[in-house]
């Protein structure tokens, strides 16, 4: 059995370096593909030269957070790679260079090769009650269309604009700030219906290969659906779940298998992990966890490190 580890990242090199090495170590057989992004810093595989199966992608966008540019078209640039080149993987985990294993590869490469799940990737109808959203948030990203505002004054003017009590009125105007500034609309037609459900949850997805290529057959036939979200916010934790839920041929895990604590989020980003949280993420629940920072904590890396190898 091969897996692909999609692993995007965009600072700190030494621990990207890290990472790579502690999965060729654990997993020499491992296909890596890495997607960085160049306007936060340089990344050089050189240091990773005496490795076999590493790649790194091009960049075909400028990368804004939480575009399609962002996360989703490198994915599907990953995809597109991988079938491109006949890649005989079997299974495609994704990854920031923010990740780590909490737990030895060849337990989650074993799990991998007995389950007779095709996928282990979170999701929930953005309509529902009890999810992690409240209703506005679904609708508010995915139901409506944004146009991104220029120049560096645009956030601080929408965030006033949008206190007048004349635009409050104004009820089908929606601003989005948080990766903005951003200013949309509702849209009059959506891909969506009581067949074809919108679908939200995380952005980390670990999936079998028919999972992968039933993806790409969708996108490669409905440029029309990657046109719509490619106009929306933060597709990258809607697009998957989309296409995959609604196709009712897979037996997918509502699960991830990842760690990660929202508690106190800023700007949608985790908090980053300490010492303090070695025995949660290794009660053996999850494959990973995100995002550890070694320049913060070095020692929850080494004591995994310690797990990994043992």
């Given at each position: ?18 990472l790579?090495?502690?999965?060729k ?9 890495i997607?960085h992004n ?12 005496d490795?076999s ?23 599907l ?8 080149n ?10 920031t ?27 929930w ?9 409240d ?5 508010k ?8 505002m220029?120049?560096k ?7 006033n604009?949008?206190?007048l009590s004349i ?17 949309g609309?509702?849209?009059r ?13 995380r952005?980390?997805?670990?999936l079998?290969r ?7 057959n ?17 597709p ?10 609604n ?8 699960d ?8 106190g ?12 949280d ?8 999850f ?24």
């Amino acid at each position: 059995m091969k897996i692909c580890y999609f692993i995007q990242t965009h600072q700190n090199p030494h621990q990207i370096y890290r990472l790579v090495r502690t999965i060729k170590r654990a997993s020499p057989d491992a296909l890596i593909l890495i997607n960085h992004n160049f306007n936060r810093c340089d990344l050089e595989l050189t240091p990773l030269q005496d490795l076999s199966d590493i790649h790194l992608l091009p960049n075909q966008e400028y990368l804004i957070r939480g575009d399609f540019s962002c996360q989703v078209q490198p994915y599907l640039n990953a995809v597109n790679w991988l079938f491109e080149n006949n890649s005989d993987f079997d299974w495609l985990i994704n990854l920031t260079g923010q990740d780590y294993p909490t737990q030895p590869l060849s337990e989650t490469e074993n799990f991998l090769a007995s389950t007779e799940c095709d996928g282990f990737i979170s999701y929930w109808d953005i309509f529902a009650d009890q999810i992690p959203w409240d209703r506005d948030k679904g609708f508010k990203r995915y139901y409506c269309i944004y146009w991104r505002m220029p120049g560096k004054s645009s956030y601080l003017f929408l965030k006033n604009f949008q206190q007048l009590s004349i635009v409050k009125k104004m009820t089908w105007l929606k601003f989005y700030l948080t990766y903005g500034p951003l200013v949309g609309i509702p849209c009059r037609s959506t891909p969506f219906n009581n067949e074809f459900i919108c679908y939200g949850g995380r952005a980390w997805y670990t999936l079998s290969r028919k999972c992968v290529e039933y993806i790409k057959n969708f996108v490669d036939s409905r440029p029309e659906f990657v046109a719509y979200y490619q106009g929306t916010v933060v597709p990258e934790e809607s697009f998957v779940q989309t296409i995959l839920v609604n196709s009712k041929t897979f037996n997918l895990v509502n699960d991830d298998r990842r760690y990660i604590d929202y508690r106190g989020a800023v700007a949608g980003s985790p908090r980053t992990l300490t010492i303090q949280d070695y025995t949660t993420i290794t009660n053996g629940n999850f494959h990973f966890a995100r995002k550890f920072d070694m320049n913060q904590d070095a020692e929850i890396m080494d004591k995994l490190d310690a797990l990994i190898f043992y």
